[in-house]
């Protein structure tokens, strides 16, 4: 029974309580939002077959985030580890910086659409939360962010932007001050304000609905890579599409369109990091922020600490999407140190003009060390999610220096 | 279904007052100490309510985190808890006891195991969170095979239809959450207004016993003494973050806290 149904869409595949393979997912959530959620949920599959909505969500793809990102080879790192062909799909070209871009701005607009006045959403690299302020900008919304104060302290710049588009950041001070604990603190305020405020979160993490909306946002990234693939070469080539894996929102929109090909024909691999790595570990089940997840606890149940160097994978659990691709051996998990994924940077800048962020710093890594093993008419696509300028001053702390 | 929870209403009943029920936190700030003040405050208390700490919880205020940061902190697990209510148990004094947490806690622990633990240590009923109806069916039932009275919540935003059903499966006491906040928050609705859910609650089976509780305090208290049962939960745990910050005994504090509460309610 643990097969990916064909001909359904991969968020579609949860039974009619939320669950995906019957264990995933679900929704764990305080009573007083069951309502509030229950309304999104028949707001959100209303508006996915709505001709009028989805023109209107093109339309801010287009001219707001600007577009169609970049598909390109890098010829210098191909010829340089001399096996499988590079290319690079560049999410993070998009106005935004990153893929948050593209579920900020549909959060926004569903928010406009639900009629409520307000947004409260949670981040970790704050990428999300500079797109959805931006988002929030653009649509005369409120807007409040969550992060915890270690990451307020180390993406300083995305504070900064966030603050200056006129959002509110709520500083969260508890357990590890990181990602995990902005969740949980959004959550509440959510339960707080369920009436009057519409919740964006983060990552394809969350009750049922709220993961929904992020990976069906972030689908565009796949869309696009289908079209620009055979446009460049004629049909769908044997692929290795490698993401780096957080809470899992671009590895679900990177990967979404093309998981009907046999694994044979498109691998998929999502590299988590080190330290926080819940796919690769063979971590247990957890009930974490609404959702049964895979999730990395301790033997008492209690949550456990996580370390990255990238706030963004900073994160215990990830989505139940995830763990569905896992069980039914659709994509293959691995890790990647802090060392690992500053090691890869070092490569990139010096045969490439990329400067990718500390995320998909770890997708690169994995590209690396496979590349010469693969022959050459096999085709490598890193979705490369996010832009380093974020990161210049961790990076430089580290290893000393940050390219132009 | 008769348990101990059913004498508590009984005896409430005959005095026609609500029950005062308190929250408090196992292995808060200690294991030991938190049983001490379990044992103070049964002088006053008609039922207590436990709360199993977890370190990710959806509708805590500040105060109940902080309760819960201090008992995970110095080491509380859920066996600590168990063997704590065992010795509760005996003491003379000792009250229906209702545990309250999120559901990870019990999923890591085996559902089946933790109603069973519950059930031999004398646990009279359980609060679970993030179980929402119709998800928490099952173990609804399996709490009522082993005679403990599973407590379903119903909240302002609860539909008139949802609540129906809620009520319909719910065991003898339901647990009203007075208005859309999380624990401790000031309230939002006026009494007026949780009193009118609340005769809601009730119409739909008057044999139901039903608490409120979210935002309970001693200037609030008053106004819900036609309610079957009160709860105050964050007001206790901050009387005891205050009598530990200013090296007072907390279980002595409390347990005035909760005299001073019950006058009211006369």
Same mark, same amino acid.
């Given at each position: 029974m643990t097969k990916i149904k064909k001909n359904i869409p991969l968020i579609d595949q949860?039974?009619?309580?939320?669950f995906y393979l019957n264990k995933f997912g679900g929704n764990f959530v305080a009573e007083t939002a069951i309502k509030p959620i229950e309304d999104l949920s028949n707001l959100f599959e209303k508006l996915r077959k709505n001709k009028k909505f989805l023109r209107k969500r093109d339309k801010y793809f287009k001219y707001y985030l600007g577009g169609e990102t970049p598909f390109f080879k890098l010829e210098n790192l191909t010829k340089h580890l001399g096996g499988a062909q590079i290319w690079c799909?560049?999410? &993070? #070209?998009i106005n935004g910086d990153a893929h948050k871009a593209y579920h900020a701005t549909v959060n926004a607009l569903i928010c406009k659409e639900s009629g409520k006045k307000s947004l409260a959403g949670d981040t970790g690299a704050g990428m999300f939360g500079k797109n959805l302020a931006m988002a929030a900008k653009e649509m005369k919304i409120k807007c409040k962010i969550f992060m915890g104060t270690k990451d307020i302290s180390r993406q300083a710049l995305n504070v900064k932007f966030m603050k200056k588009a006129g959002a509110e950041v709520v500083p969260v001070d508890t357990g590890s001050r990181t990602l995990v604990d902005a969740v949980s603190e959004c959550m509440r305020f959510y339960v707080s304000n369920c009436q009057t405020t519409h919740l964006a979160v983060? &990552? #394809?993490?969350? #009750?049922n609905v709220f993961l929904k909306i992020c990976a069906w946002s972030t689908s565009q990234i796949s869309r696009e890579l289908k079209s620009q693939i055979i446009k460049e070469f004629g049909k769908i080539p044997k692929l290795h599409l490698l993401n780096v894996i957080g809470g899992g929102s671009s590895a679900i929109g990177f990967w979404n369109e093309f998981i009907n090909y046999s694994k044979n024909h498109v691998k998929l691999t999502g590299v988590e990091a080190k330290y926080a790595a819940p796919l690769t570990t063979n971590a247990k089940i957890a009930i974490l922020h609404g959702a049964a997840q895979y999730c990395l606890q301790d033997k008492n149940g209690q949550i456990a600490d996580t370390h990255s160097i990238s706030a963004g994978l900073d994160y215990p659990g990830v989505s139940p999407l995830h763990c569905m691709l896992k069980d039914t051996k659709r994509a293959k998990y691995t890790s990647c140190s802090d060392e690992g994924a500053l090691n890869a940077l070092k490569l990139i800048w010096k045969y490439e003009n990329l400067r990718p962020s500390l995320e998909p710093a770890h997708a690169w890594a994995e590209c690396i060390r496979i590349a010469p093993k693969l022959k050459k008419d096999e085709v490598i696509i890193v979705n490369?999610?996010? &832009?380093g300028s974020k990161d210049a001053k961790i990076i430089k702390n580290k290893i000393g220096y940050y390219p132009k | 279904m008769r348990n101990e929870i059913d004498k508590a209403f009984k005896i409430t009943r005959k005095e026609n007052r609500p029950a005062l029920i308190s929250f408090t936190v196992a292995g808060d700030n200690t294991k030991k100490k938190s049983l001490e003040i379990l044992k103070s405050i049964s002088n006053t208390v008609d039922i207590a309510e436990w709360g199993m700490a $977890?370190?990710?919880?959806? /509708?805590?205020g500040p105060e109940i985190q902080n309760s819960s940061y201090r008992a995970i902190k110095n080491g509380i697990k859920l066996n600590d808890t168990f063997s704590l209510i065992k010795k509760y148990k005996k003491y003379k004094n000792s009250k229906p006891l209702i545990l309250m947490g999120y559901y990870q806690l019990i999923y890591n622990y085996g559902e089946k195991k933790f109603i069973k633990k519950c059930k031999s240590v004398g646990v009279s009923g359980l609060i679970v969170v993030d179980l929402p109806w119709p998800d928490n069916k099952n173990f609804s039932k399996l709490c009522k095979k082993n005679s403990i009275c599973f407590i379903q919540l119903i909240a302002p935003t609860t539909s008139k239809s949802r609540m129906k059903s809620i009520v319909k499966d719910s065991h003898q006491l339901i647990y009203q959450?007075?208005?859309?906040?999380?624990?401790?928050? +000031?309230?939002?609705?006026t009494a007026k207004t949780i009193l009118k859910n609340y005769q809601i609650i009730k119409k739909i089976n008057p044999t139901k016993n039903v608490i409120i509780g979210f935002g309970i305090t001693k200037d609030t208290i /008053?106004? $819900? +003494?036609?309610?079957n049962g009160l709860v105050v939960g964050s007001a206790c745990c901050k009387v005891i973050s205050n009598a530990i910050k200013n090296g007072l005994n907390p279980a002595k504090k409390l347990n005035n806290m909760l005299l001073s509460l019950k006058e009211k309610l006369k």
């Amino acid at each position: 029974m643990t097969k990916i149904k064909k001909n359904i869409p991969l968020i579609d595949q949860h039974n009619e309580r939320g669950f995906y393979l019957n264990k995933f997912g679900g929704n764990f959530v305080a009573e007083t939002a069951i309502k509030p959620i229950e309304d999104l949920s028949n707001l959100f599959e209303k508006l996915r077959k709505n001709k009028k909505f989805l023109r209107k969500r093109d339309k801010y793809f287009k001219y707001y985030l600007g577009g169609e990102t970049p598909f390109f080879k890098l010829e210098n790192l191909t010829k340089h580890l001399g096996g499988a062909q590079i290319w690079c799909k560049d999410v &993070s #070209a998009i106005n935004g910086d990153a893929h948050k871009a593209y579920h900020a701005t549909v959060n926004a607009l569903i928010c406009k659409e639900s009629g409520k006045k307000s947004l409260a959403g949670d981040t970790g690299a704050g990428m999300f939360g500079k797109n959805l302020a931006m988002a929030a900008k653009e649509m005369k919304i409120k807007c409040k962010i969550f992060m915890g104060t270690k990451d307020i302290s180390r993406q300083a710049l995305n504070v900064k932007f966030m603050k200056k588009a006129g959002a509110e950041v709520v500083p969260v001070d508890t357990g590890s001050r990181t990602l995990v604990d902005a969740v949980s603190e959004c959550m509440r305020f959510y339960v707080s304000n369920c009436q009057t405020t519409h919740l964006a979160v983060g &990552s #394809a993490i969350g #009750a049922n609905v709220f993961l929904k909306i992020c990976a069906w946002s972030t689908s565009q990234i796949s869309r696009e890579l289908k079209s620009q693939i055979i446009k460049e070469f004629g049909k769908i080539p044997k692929l290795h599409l490698l993401n780096v894996i957080g809470g899992g929102s671009s590895a679900i929109g990177f990967w979404n369109e093309f998981i009907n090909y046999s694994k044979n024909h498109v691998k998929l691999t999502g590299v988590e990091a080190k330290y926080a790595a819940p796919l690769t570990t063979n971590a247990k089940i957890a009930i974490l922020h609404g959702a049964a997840q895979y999730c990395l606890q301790d033997k008492n149940g209690q949550i456990a600490d996580t370390h990255s160097i990238s706030a963004g994978l900073d994160y215990p659990g990830v989505s139940p999407l995830h763990c569905m691709l896992k069980d039914t051996k659709r994509a293959k998990y691995t890790s990647c140190s802090d060392e690992g994924a500053l090691n890869a940077l070092k490569l990139i800048w010096k045969y490439e003009n990329l400067r990718p962020s500390l995320e998909p710093a770890h997708a690169w890594a994995e590209c690396i060390r496979i590349a010469p093993k693969l022959k050459k008419d096999e085709v490598i696509i890193v979705n490369n999610c996010g &832009s380093g300028s974020k990161d210049a001053k961790i990076i430089k702390n580290k290893i000393g220096y940050y390219p132009k | 279904m008769r348990n101990e929870i059913d004498k508590a209403f009984k005896i409430t009943r005959k005095e026609n007052r609500p029950a005062l029920i308190s929250f408090t936190v196992a292995g808060d700030n200690t294991k030991k100490k938190s049983l001490e003040i379990l044992k103070s405050i049964s002088n006053t208390v008609d039922i207590a309510e436990w709360g199993m700490a $977890f370190n990710c919880p959806g /509708a805590d205020g500040p105060e109940i985190q902080n309760s819960s940061y201090r008992a995970i902190k110095n080491g509380i697990k859920l066996n600590d808890t168990f063997s704590l209510i065992k010795k509760y148990k005996k003491y003379k004094n000792s009250k229906p006891l209702i545990l309250m947490g999120y559901y990870q806690l019990i999923y890591n622990y085996g559902e089946k195991k933790f109603i069973k633990k519950c059930k031999s240590v004398g646990v009279s009923g359980l609060i679970v969170v993030d179980l929402p109806w119709p998800d928490n069916k099952n173990f609804s039932k399996l709490c009522k095979k082993n005679s403990i009275c599973f407590i379903q919540l119903i909240a302002p935003t609860t539909s008139k239809s949802r609540m129906k059903s809620i009520v319909k499966d719910s065991h003898q006491l339901i647990y009203q959450v007075s208005n859309v906040n999380i624990t401790g928050g +000031k309230l939002k609705s006026t009494a007026k207004t949780i009193l009118k859910n609340y005769q809601i609650i009730k119409k739909i089976n008057p044999t139901k016993n039903v608490i409120i509780g979210f935002g309970i305090t001693k200037d609030t208290i /008053a106004d $819900f +003494k036609r309610a079957n049962g009160l709860v105050v939960g964050s007001a206790c745990c901050k009387v005891i973050s205050n009598a530990i910050k200013n090296g007072l005994n907390p279980a002595k504090k409390l347990n005035n806290m909760l005299l001073s509460l019950k006058e009211k309610l006369k």
